[in-house]
Every structure is written in structure tokens, then in C-alpha cells.
């Protein structure tokens, strides 16, 4: 026995399938595109603290602050990726804790 071909079948198959198709790739890439976001801001702050840390090692060994963040890569191993990031490093006097500040490098 054939089965008949109804109108909605044809509709289903034409539209219905690739919209939902299309929904889905859509919230993937949403969703996708949320991660990528909230892992860029856990780096910047990851890095924050990597510079904090060193400041107060510094410090601790020291008795004074950094003068630069220069001094800080090279004495006390902080790596920053300069191509991603723009530091502002602000020195007021040594015996306080400067100003660190991490920026996100606009393309």
C-alpha cells in the first residue's frame, strides 16, 4: 500500500528542518563565543595576580617595591604576553604598593 504525501510533510522537509538547523548552529556559536569571552577575562585576572604576587615578593625580599615592571619580569619571572595585554604599571613611592593596571590590547 503506497502512503499519501500530505502537505505538512513537504513543509517539514523544506523549512522546518533547516531553520531548526540553523537554530542550532546559532546557539553553539553563542555558546561558544560565551566561553571564549569568560576565559579571555579569567587570564586577565590571573595575570593581575601574577603581578601583585611579585610586587609583595618583591617586597618582602627587598623591603621596597618594583621601580618598573621591567625589574619585576626580570627578577621575579612574571611573564606578560604584550601582544594581548597593555600593563600600567604606576610607582608612587617605594614602601606602597604601586598601581597595577591590566588592559585587554584592542587589534
Not at 625589574?71 to 617605594?94: I, M, N, P, S, W
Request: with cysteine; aromatic share 8%; proline share 5%.
Amino acid at each position: 500500500m503506497r502512503m499519501r504525501r500530505t502537505p505538512w510533510g513537504a513543509l517539514l522537509r523544506g523549512v522546518l528542518l533547516p531553520a531548526a538547523c540553523i537554530l542550532v548552529l546559532v546557539a553553539f556559536s553563542t555558546a561558544l563565543d560565551s566561553l571564549n569571552s569568560g576565559h579571555e577575562a579569567e587570564d586577565l585576572k590571573q595575570l593581575e595576580e601574577a603581578l601583585r604576587r611579585g610586587c609583595v615578593a618583591c617586597y618582602a625580599s627587598e623591603g621596597a617595591y618594583p621601580q618598573d615592571l621591567d625589574y619585576l619580569k626580570e627578577h621575579y619571572g612574571v611573564q606578560v604576553d604584550e601582544t594581548r595585554y597593555d600593563v600600567h604599571y604606576d610607582v608612587f613611592a617605594e614602601n606602597l604598593m604601586p598601581d597595577i593596571t591590566v588592559l585587554v590590547r584592542t587589534p
